[in-house]
């Protein structure tokens, strides 16, 4: 039985005191079993909002991590300096940081590694463009994505992680894939990790989808056999509708 999980990603949203106030606010009225609840503020405000979530059963994430411990990577963030704000999971391979920043396969793929060999979760984001569904390329690239990203790993680091679907045409443009459609990727992908690793595996392992999640459309989503919980956006910036989505998963 997989855990739902509801993650928000705060992306590069809200002032300080504003992520200390949505914080606080999902703080307050967080389911306290029944789904795992994550958010990634700005790394600028992981220190404020880790305090604000200290005794609330809401987990800390960061948007991205470097795969050096330390060094010269001017910009970077390093698992050391994230655990200290008590961040457990990151989020790797997002389609922005892919498309705006030039992250290859390869280098998400040395950052999973890396982050496991640190004892972090990684969220791996995986998800194919509109011009890709359309010229039905989505199970070859998702397949790919998957492959590259879990490449040298074996089954108990592959059970350490979380995938999450996010077909990029969706992704902040209002735009919703069906339940029918995510769920068809999301079983395949769960078939792609049975042939990479084992059924206990592909079982075990939570898929999340995201790509405009909102209360309107998380239940037919989520009552889906192979969705696990969603990877939120805009959603999650709002106290209201991100526990919203949180209850919807219980």
């Known amino acids: 039985m997989r855990t ?13 005191n504003e992520a200390v106030e949505l914080a606080r606010g999902i703080a307050k009225n967080c389911p306290e079993s029944g789904v795992k609840v994550i958010v990634a503020p700005v790394s600028l405000h992981l220190s404020s909002v880790s305090q604000a979530l200290a005794t609330a ?9 470097h795969w050096a411990e330390s060094g010269a990577y001017t910009g970077e963030l390093a698992g050391p ?32 590694q890396s982050a496991l060999a640190q004892d972090f979760r990684p969220i791996i984001c995986i998800g194919e463009t509109l011009q890709e ?14 492959r590259a990203a879990y490449a040298g790993l074996n089954a108990e680091q592959a059970q350490r992680t979380i995938l999450a679907y996010e077909p990029i045409w ?10 029918e459609q995510a769920q068809e990727v999301h079983f395949f992908l769960r078939s792609v990790l049975k042939d990479r690793f084992d059924i206990k595996t592909a079982q075990a392992l939570p898929i999340l ?42």
């Not at 739902?4 to 300080?16: D, S």
């Open 170 to 179: 969706a992704i902040g443009t209002g735009k919703t894939a069906s339940p």
């Open 81 to 112: 300096m994230l655990r200290e704000f008590g961040v457990r999971y990151v989020i790797l391979g997002h389609s922005e940081r892919r498309q705006l920043f030039g992250e290859s396969d390869e280098l998400i793929n040395h950052k999973v």
């Open 209 to 250: 989808y995201g790509g405009s999640v909102k209360p309107q459309n998380f239940a037919s989503l989520i009552s889906q056999d192979d969705i696990d919980g969603g990877l939120v956006g805009g959603a999650s910036l709002k106290v209201e509708s991100f526990l919203e989505l949180a209850r919807i998963a219980l």
């Open 133 to 146: 569904r359309e010229g039905g390329r989505t199970r070859a690239k998702v397949e790919f994505q998957l």
């Open 4 to 16: 739902p999980i509801v993650a928000g990603n705060w992306k590069m949203n809200l002032g300080n």
């Open 57 to 65: 059963p809401v987990l800390l994430a960061s948007q991205n991590m």
